[in-house]
């Protein structure tokens, strides 16, 4: 307990130290341009939502290469195929499975996003 008082108090005598004596902030090292793009990346794709329809998806994205079924993919944001998320849907007027019980390969743009995950970065897979 003690050890922790005692980290505290040198904190607060760093802080009161460097706001007493003027201390600027060490200047940001990241690229302003880069953070910006993709904070404004990450806007647009966060436009994209749980129960919205593929053709709405398309809007953002572009499809990925690689395994996929009708019912899951990875699409990749279309101003930078790095970064990518992959989709769950929903099948819309038509049966999930074939008749032996094998997801359906089928896609349409009405189909709807049931699950989405967040945003990753990866290399592009190629057919």
């Given at each position: 307990?003690?050890?922790?008082?005692?980290?505290?108090?040198?904190?607060?005598?760093?802080?009161?130290?460097?706001?007493?004596?003027?201390?600027?902030?060490?200047?940001?090292?990241?690229?302003?341009?880069?953070?910006?793009?993709?904070?404004?990346?990450?806007?647009?794709?966060?436009?994209?939502?749980?129960?919205?329809?593929?053709?709405?998806?398309?809007?953002?994205?572009?499809?990925?290469?690689?395994?996929?079924?009708?019912?899951?993919?990875?699409?990749v944001?279309?101003?930078?195929?790095?970064?990518?998320?992959?989709?769950?849907?929903?099948?819309?007027?038509?049966?999930?499975?074939?008749?032996?019980?094998?997801?359906?390969?089928?896609?349409?743009?009405?189909?709807?996003?049931?699950?989405m995950?967040?945003?990753?970065l990866?290399?592009?897979?190629?057919?």
């Amino acid at each position: 307990m003690s050890i922790r008082i005692a980290e505290v108090a040198v904190a607060a005598v760093a802080v009161w130290s460097c706001l007493a004596h003027g201390a600027e902030p060490e200047p940001s090292k990241f690229d302003q341009d880069a953070t910006r793009w993709v904070g404004d990346a990450l806007l647009e794709i966060e436009t994209v939502k749980v129960g919205m329809t593929r053709a709405q998806l398309l809007t953002v994205f572009g499809m990925e290469g690689g395994l996929s079924s009708g019912l899951r993919r990875t699409y990749v944001y279309r101003r930078c195929p790095i970064i990518k998320v992959d989709f769950e849907f929903d099948a819309v007027g038509r049966p999930s499975r074939d008749a032996e019980g094998r997801v359906t390969l089928i896609e349409s743009d009405q189909d709807i996003i049931t699950k989405m995950s967040r945003p990753y970065l990866a290399r592009s897979v190629i057919d």
